[in-house]
C-alpha cells in the first residue's frame, strides 16, 4: 500500500510537540496520558486505560491471528543541568526539534502510532496493539508491567527506543544488590573494635576481577560494577556496619537469579538482590521481524542499555528514531528527518508482515 509519509509525519511531529510541553517525568505522567488518550479516541479509537499507560486494539481484533504490540513510553527523567532554555517547550531549529523526551522516547511514541493508525486501515494477519506506557525510566511497577497480563496474548513486541531504527534484537539485564558486612564498633585510638570496611575489601576485589565463562557475541560479558559505598560515623570510631552497592548487566546467557546464585558461593558478605525481573532478552536473528528488517538496510546489534523489553516474556525487538547518546543529556534532540525515515521503514518491515 501507498502511503504519505510526509503527511504522517507532520502529524506526529506536531503531537511531539505538544506532549514536550507536557511535563511527564516518572509516576507524574497523568497529564500527557489524558492528552495522548483524548487524542487517539479523537481518532475514532477506543482506549485502554490502566494509571498513566494508553493502548488502543486494532479494530476487528480477532484471536486467531497473532498480535503485534507496538510500545514506547512517555515519562521521561528529570531535566539534568545545562539546559540553555526551557526543557518543555519545544524548540525547532535547523531541522531539529528540541525538547525533553524528544529523542527518549517520544519520536518513537508518536512514530508508532501514526504507524498503528495506518495499519489498522489496511488488511493484515495480524491484529496490533498500540501501547503508550508509563515509568519506564524507573522501571516502576506501574508501568508496562501492569498491563500485559490483562492483554491479549502478544506474538511479537516492537519497543520503540531511539537505535537509530536498527534493530535491538538482544539487551542486557539488570540486577542491583545490596550486599552488607557487619563488624564491631570500637575506639578507634585502641586495638578494640571489628572494623567492617577492611571485611568488604575481598568481596569488592572479587566483584572486579570476576568473569563469568559464557560470553554473548552480541551482548559480550556479564559486567559487574560496584557503583556505591557507605560506612562510618566519625573518624574515631570503628565502623561496625559497610554496605555496598552492585550493579550486575547480565547477558542473555544467564538469568538473573543464575548470577545471583554464583555470587554467593563466592562472598562472604551477606547480598540482598533488589530484583530478579529485569532479565536480559534475545530474538532469534531468523525471526521475520528482523529478517525483513535486514532486507530494508537496517543492521541488528545487542543493546547494553536497558528498557521495556526486560519485562516482556514474549520474542521481541528494541528499534527506534534518534541516538541513545542524546537520551538524559541537556539539549535532547530529535532530528525531524529521522521522525519521517522511522515510519517509512516501520510500515515497509510491519505491512504485510507475516508471523
Known amino acids: 500500500m501507498k502511503y504519505d509519509i510526509s503527511s504522517m509525519t507532520a502529524e506526529a511531529v506536531g503531537l511531539l510537540k505538544s506532549l514536550i510541553g507536557i511535563p511527564s517525568v516518572s509516576r507524574e505522567e497523568t497529564q500527557a496520558a489524558d492528552f495522548l488518550q483524548n487524542y487517539i479516541e479523537a481518532e475514532g479509537m477506543q482506549t485502554g486505560r490502566?494509571?498513566?499507560?494508553?493502548?488502543?486494539?486494532?479494530?476487528?481484533?480477532?484471536?486467531?491471528?497473532?498480535?503485534?504490540?507496538?510500545?514506547?513510553?512517555?515519562?521521561?527523567?528529570?531535566?539534568?543541568?545545562?539546559?540553555?532554555?526551557?526543557?518543555?517547550?519545544?524548540?525547532?531549529?535547523?531541522?531539529?526539534?528540541?525538547?525533553?523526551?524528544?529523542?527518549?522516547a517520544g519520536a518513537s511514541v508518536v512514530a508508532l502510532l501514526q504507524v498503528f493508525f495506518?495499519?489498522?486501515?489496511?488488511?493484515?494477519?495480524?491484529?496490533?496493539?498500540?501501547?503508550?506506557?508509563?515509568?519506564?525510566?524507573?522501571s516502576g511497577k506501574d508501568g508496562i508491567e501492569s498491563v500485559l497480563p490483562g492483554?491479549?496474548?502478544?506474538?511479537?513486541?516492537?519497543?520503540?527506543?531511539?537505535?537509530?531504527?536498527?534493530p535491538a534484537i538482544a539487551e542486557k539485564g539488570l540486577m542491583v544488590l545490596?550486599?552488607?558486612?557487619?563488624?564491631?564498633?570500637?575506639?578507634?585510638?585502641?586495638?578494640?573494635?571489628d572494623n567492617a570496611i577492611y571485611k568488604v575489601l575481598d568481596d569488592i576485589r572479587w566483584f572486579r576481577d570476576y568473569r563469568f565463562e559464557k560470553e554473548s557475541p552480541l551482548l559480550g560479558a556479564v559486567k559487574m560494577s560496584v557503583t556505591g559505598i557507605s560506612a562510618g560515623t566519625q573518624h574515631n570510631v570503628?565502623?561496625?556496619?559497610?554496605?555496598?552497592?552492585?550493579?550486575?548487566?547480565?547477558?542473555?546467557?544467564?538469568?538473573?537469579?543464575?548470577?545471583f546464585d554464583e555470587v554467593r558461593k563466592h562472598i562472604a558478605c551477606d547480598a540482598k538482590p533488589r530484583s530478579f525481573r529485569l532479565n536480559s532478552s534475545r530474538i532469534d536473528e531468523k525471526h521475520p521481524f528482523v529478517q525483513r528488517a535486514v532486507a530494508a538496510g537496517r543492521v541488528p546489534f545487542g543493546s547494553p542499555t536497558l528498557s521495556d523489553q526486560a519485562l516482556m516474556t514474549f520474542p521481541s525487538v528494541k528499534m527506534g528514531p534518534g541516538r541513545s547518546s542524546r537520551s538524559h543529556t541537556a539539549e535532547e534532540y530529535i532530528v525531524l528527518k529521522e521522525i519521517e525515515e522511522a515510519i517509512g521503514i516501520y510500515l515497509e518491515i510491519l505491512d504485510g508482515l507475516q508471523l
Open 118 to 138: 495506518r495499519l489498522c486501515r489496511s488488511a493484515q494477519s495480524y491484529n496490533s496493539i498500540y501501547l503508550a506506557s508509563c515509568e519506564e525510566e524507573v
Open 178 to 193: 545490596d550486599v552488607t558486612a557487619v563488624g564491631k564498633a570500637g575506639h578507634a585510638a585502641r586495638d578494640e573494635g
Open 50 to 104: 490502566k494509571g498513566n499507560n494508553v493502548w488502543c486494539l486494532s479494530p476487528m481484533f480477532d484471536l486467531k491471528k497473532p498480535t503485534i504490540l507496538l510500545n514506547s513510553h512517555i515519562d521521561t527523567v528529570k531535566p539534568v543541568n545545562g539546559w540553555r532554555k526551557d526543557p518543555f517547550v519545544p524548540r525547532e531549529e535547523n531541522g531539529k526539534l528540541y525538547g525533553l523526551g524528544s529523542n527518549d
Open 238 to 259: 570503628i565502623p561496625d556496619r559497610c554496605t555496598f552497592v552492585v550493579d550486575i548487566r547480565s547477558n542473555e546467557l544467564y538469568s538473573n537469579e543464575e548470577i
Open 151 to 166: 492483554l491479549p496474548p502478544i506474538a511479537l513486541g516492537v519497543v520503540g527506543e531511539p537505535t537509530g531504527m536498527h
